[in-house]
T-cell receptor, first 115, second 116 residues
Framework: EAGVAQSPRYKIIEKRQSVAFWCNPISGHATLYWYQQILGQGPKLLIQ????????DSQLPKDRFSAERLKGVDSTLKIQPAKLEDSAVYLC?????????????FGPGTRLTVL | AQSVAQPEDQVNVAEGNPLTVKCTYS??????LFWYVQYPNRGLQFLLK??????LVKGSYGFEAEFNKSQTSFHLKKPSALVSDSALYFC??????????????FGKGTMLLVSP
């Protein structure tokens, strides 16, 4: 079974530029998550989708971050404009459902460096 | 609010010795608990989870974890460490009382270093 796919793996941009990350979840997984992992910290949830609807985006900085999951499969996370503090690894995860017992499976992540 | 504490930034152990990585949690209700491992430049890999039932949970790669409700702990253990176990380990919790769409909260991680 193929895992969660993410691209690109690495991205370096200047501050105030825009960037987009792509994620393709495990086939059949209805729930998709985007996390931000800053160096030395655990992952922090940015946004959670159930199929193509948003169920939690309370931690998403909506003035600069946006995400979509058209057709309820793959997803894109965008940052515009980027700030220095956005330097982090962006992890995508998926799970079969959204219940408390569902295991989240993670992709390899995209390491973003903002100069 | 739910939270996870991993009190050790780093754990050092010799190969062949038993290892323990500590985790304590705080939730308003009953917890769902998870352990993940992260190798360099890779995403998190699921090791094991506690949902209900037996307090000793067995997972991947010979790891196990013991749920202790009175001490609000979920320590990760392995009887005999391997050099290849060296990685960053994360404990995570979700509140069972609000499990419909509740957030999975992660600890800050513990680096495990196994020496030959």
């Amino acid at each position: 079974e193929a895992g969660v796919a993410q691209s690109p793996r690495y991205k370096i941009i200047e501050k105030r530029q825009s960037v987009a990350f792509w994620c393709n979840p495990i086939s059949g997984h209805a729930t998709l998550y985007w996390y931000q992992q800053i160096l030395g910290q655990g992952p922090k949830l940015l946004i959670q989708f159930q199929n193509n609807g948003v169920v939690d985006d309370s931690q998403l900085p909506k003035d600069r971050f946006s995400a979509e999951r058209l057709k309820g499969v793959d997803s894109t996370l965008k940052i515009q404009p980027a700030k220095l503090e956005d330097s982090a690894v962006y992890l995508c995860a998926s799970s079969l459902g959204a219940g408390g017992t569902d295991t989240q499976y993670f992709g390899p992540g995209t390491r973003l460096t903002v100069l | 609010a739910q939270s996870v504490a991993q009190p050790e930034d780093q754990v050092n152990v010799a190969e062949g010795n038993p290892l323990t990585v500590k985790c304590t949690y705080s939730v308003s209700g009953n917890p769902y608990l998870f352990w993940y491992v992260q190798y360099p430049n890779r995403g998190l890999q699921f090791l094991l989870k506690y949902i209900t039932g037996d307090n000793l949970v067995k997972g991947s790669y010979g790891f196990e974890a013991e749920f202790n409700k009175s001490q609000t702990s979920f320590h990760l253990k392995k009887p005999s460490a391997l050099v290849s176990d060296s990685a960053l380990y994360f404990c995570a919790v979700r509140d069972m009382e609000n499990s419909g769409y509740s957030t999975l909260t992660f600890g800050k991680g513990t680096m495990l270093l196994v020496s030959p």
